[in-house]
Nanobody, 122 residues
């Protein structure tokens, strides 16, 4: 089992920045790829970003490429999602997820956090 806890969400104006954190406990964190997903009201959960177990590989949704940056610290069992130039359409609940083969598909992840709300005002 891996337990994931997200933090760092909040209310920000358009153009602003937020950093989300995902803290992990349980099984060896460095065994897992970590993904960030988001879900807006009335919409399906969508992929945001992914980082490989080593941190050497990252992948982003086109909608956030160039604005968001994912990083991890395996010594601290944490993953961060730096979000810049935020837009109202970024408003959603953001979830981190862990999976040994996690990619941009939610079904490839085995463990999920409870989510943190990000609201971007116009």
């Amino acid at each position: 089992q891996v337990q994931l806890v997200e933090s760092g969400g909040g209310l920000v104006q358009a153009g602003g920045s937020l950093t989300l954190s995902c803290a992990a406990s349980g099984r060896t964190f460095s065994n897992y790829n970590i993904g960030w997903f988001r879900q807006a009201p009335g919409k399906e959960r969508e992929f945001v970003a992914q980082i490989s177990w080593s941190g050497h590989s990252t992948y982003y949704a086109d909608s956030v490429k160039g604005r968001f940056s994912i990083s991890r610290d395996n010594t601290k069992n944490t993953v961060h999602l730096q979000m810049n130039s935020l837009k109202p359409e970024d408003t959603a609940v953001y979830y981190c997820a862990a999976g040994t083969h996690g990619n941009n598909y939610a079904r490839r992840y085995d463990y999920w956090g409870q989510g943190t709300q990000v609201t971007v005002s116009s």
